[in-house]
């Protein structure tokens, strides 16, 4: 190990109060917690800690200027107790594209990795193994530095902490195509995971709520006319046999699942186009009966089918199909992911 984590272990553990057969999503939190701060130009030495409280100074930027990007991996136990990441490299990599867009400093991925393999390590009897459930892992670095001058923090903190889950959604989706609000705009920073992007999105979704939806399918921020993404997902839509996603771009977040579904789905013959889909068009094949899917992905919901889109005051049901692309591509991913079946991507890294 080239860096050097201290380990001060919880006295005693909170897990036997943990139903482990009916999780939530993101609502308890393992004993640990991973925590490295940056100061002076420069990141210090590591600790892993009990989870609980921090103390921040009130004028820490954070509070003032939103300076905070985070991410959303999951880690999985197999029969064996062997522990799983999926393609960890790829939220380093956007943790710190997201960190740049923000002026908060990159983490060195020495940090990152043995940070996280180590505190699995120290709570890895908190890794569920019931179907469907993963231990969510949220890496968040924010300005912990101090000043009501609004420019950037001298000081940041990065904290790895997870929490034991289960499904993100349950039941059937209904989403609203967004026709007002927009979640980015071009030259913006739609594309990185920072904290202000969904603070933003909870006033448009809420009202989305109150006329009985789950989630809002962004559109873009200048027409409203082309689908986007939804709230921490991307969109898939599937008409006759082609699979149609947005190209990312500066308002898209790039997902890790969206690329994994992508390539497992061309893998298998499917047709699949990036590119740009009005809604108009997602309409117009709901009319004439070739829109067959719309589901969305990410790592938090993997796959989630979408039961029903409202959009101008109508509602579109999408049909209940026994052999989805959905269905199909979920358990696929979520095979590699879990070590149920062979990974030829090399995709799956062992803890
Ligand atoms: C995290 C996120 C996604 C999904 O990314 P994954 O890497 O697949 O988890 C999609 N859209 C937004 C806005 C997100 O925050």
């Known amino acids: 190990m080239s860096i050097h984590i201290q380990i001060q272990n919880i006295e005693n553990s909170r897990i036997d109060s ?41 004028s820490a930027k954070i509070f003032h200027y939103g300076q905070s990007v985070f991410e959303g991996m999951k880690a999985y136990k197999d029969a064996d107790e062997n522990v799983f990441l999926f393609r960890p490299d790829e939220n380093w990599k956007r943790l710190n594209i997201s960190s740049s867009r923000l002026m908060i400093p990159e983490v060195p991925e020495d940090i990152f990795m043995e940070g996280l393999k180590k505190l699995l390590e120290v709570d890895k009897a908190w890794i569920p193994t019931s179907d469907g459930s993963s231990l969510y892992i949220r890496p968040f670095i924010f300005a912990s530095g101090e000043g009501f001058h609004a420019s950037p923090a001298d000081n940041y903190r990065l904290i790895i902490a997870t929490a034991p889950s289960g499904a993100y959604f349950a039941g059937k989706v209904r989403v609203a195509i967004e026709e007002k609000y927009a979640r980015a705009a071009n030259g913006g920073v739609g594309f990185a995971k920072a904290g202000g992007n969904y603070a933003a999105q909870f006033y448009p979704t809420q009202l989305a709520i109150e006329k009985g939806y ?4 962004w559109t873009d921020d200048n027409t409203h006319e082309y689908i986007e993404e939804a709230g921490a997902m991307n969109v898939f839509i599937r008409i006759n046999d082609t699979l149609i996603t947005s190209p990312t771009n500066d308002r898209i977040l790039d997902g890790v699942t969206r690329k994994s579904v992508i390539q497992i789905a061309q893998d298998q013959g499917i047709s699949v186009e990036v590119r740009k889909i009005s809604v108009s068009e997602v309409i117009e094949a ?23 889109f409202g959009y101008q005051g109508t509602d579109y049901d999408l049909p209940e199909l026994t052999e989805s692309f959905a269905a199909t591509l979920k358990r696929q991913i979520t095979d590699i992911q879990t070590n149920k079946t062979h990974d030829p991507y090399g995709w799956r890294v062992q803890v």
């Open 18 to 58: 943990v139903d482990f057969n009916n999780l939530s999503f993101g609502k308890v939190f393992s004993d640990h917690m991973f925590v490295c701060d940056y100061i002076n130009g420069s990141w210090q030495n590591p600790t892993i800690e009990p989870y609980g409280p921090i103390t921040l100074s009130p």
């Open 214 to 217: 789950h989630q809002v399918i």
């Open 286 to 308: 709901a009319k004439n009966g070739s829109l067959k899917e719309i589901f969305g992905a990410g790592t938090a919901a993997v796959i989630s089918p979408i039961a029903t």
